[in-house]
T-cell receptor
Framework: DQQVKQNSPSLSVQEGRISILNCDYT??????FLWYKKYPAEGPTFLIS?????DKNEDGRFTVFLNKSAKHLSLHIVPSQPGDSAVYFC??????????????FGKGTKLTVNP | DAGVIQSPRHEVTEMGQEVTLRCKPI?????LFWYRQTMMRGLELLIY????????DSGMPEDRFSAKMPNASFSTLKIQPSEPRDSAVYFC???????????FGEGSRLTVL
């Protein structure tokens, strides 16, 4: 039962264009969302996050949009660069036992940016 | 600053053997997570600890899997006996506090023949 879904396993984009990666979630208790980037043979690294009280967060070329009513978030990369080619994981945070929060990840989307 | 350190980076073993994966979290971090990555299921949370205490092990597949955190700077994930379906990349991650981003290690790639 996937609580965080990334329905596109892969995406291919031309350099300089916009990359849009999508993510849907089912648990309305999620209150914080993150995107991670992963290169081969490395661990995932944090990219950008958004709190459920916001609908947009921007950091340089990366913008995350949150639509709570649709339980949907997206990551926009503009302009896309070949170095952005990686697997992108969407993650959602839910309050768990003892007041801590655990991160639930999607399956990932492999982005390829072609020169 | 040293990041999360995992060992071994690669492990190839035969079915039925015991496997032990190790993790050293970032100094000062008090939450530690074990994840498993497969093509079919993506990144699955297996277990996590706060202040060395296991909080949620509901993701541990079965009794063959066990995890310990004897002190703030060391954790192990053990599989006994191992099976081919356990083949995956196992990641350890740590965090300061109870919320926010996780910092991942480079992973341990396990192949069970």
């Amino acid at each position: 039962d996937q609580q965080v879904k990334q329905n596109s396993p892969s995406l291919s984009v031309q350099e300089g264009r916009i990359s849009i990666l999508n993510c849907d979630y089912t648990n309305s208790m999620f209150d914080y969302f993150l995107w991670y980037k992963k290169y081969p043979a490395e661990g995932p690294t944090f990219l950008i996050s958004i709190s459920s009280i916001k609908d947009k967060n921007e950091d340089g070329r990366f913008t995350v949009f949150l639509n709570k009513s649709a339980k949907h978030l997206s990551l926009h990369i503009v302009p896309s660069q070949p170095g952005d080619s990686a697997v992108y994981f969407c993650a959602a945070s839910a309050l768990a036992q003892g007041g801590s929060e655990k991160l639930v990840f999607g399956k990932g989307t492999k982005l390829t940016v072609n020169p | 600053d040293a990041g999360v350190i995992q060992s071994p980076r690669h492990e190839v073993t035969e079915m039925g053997q015991e496997v032990t994966l190790r993790c050293k979290p970032i100094s000062g971090h008090n939450s530690l997570f074990w994840y498993r990555q497969t093509m079919m299921r993506g990144l699955e949370l297996l277990i996590y600890f706060n202040n060395n205490v296991p909080i949620d092990d509901s993701g541990m597949p079965e009794d063959r899997f066990s995890a310990k955190m004897p002190n703030a700077s060391f954790s192990t994930l053990k599989i006994q006996p191992s099976e081919p379906r356990d083949s995956a990349v196992y990641f350890c991650a740590s965090r300061r506090g109870y919320t926010g981003e996780l910092f991942f290690g480079e992973g341990s790639r396990l192949t069970v023949l």
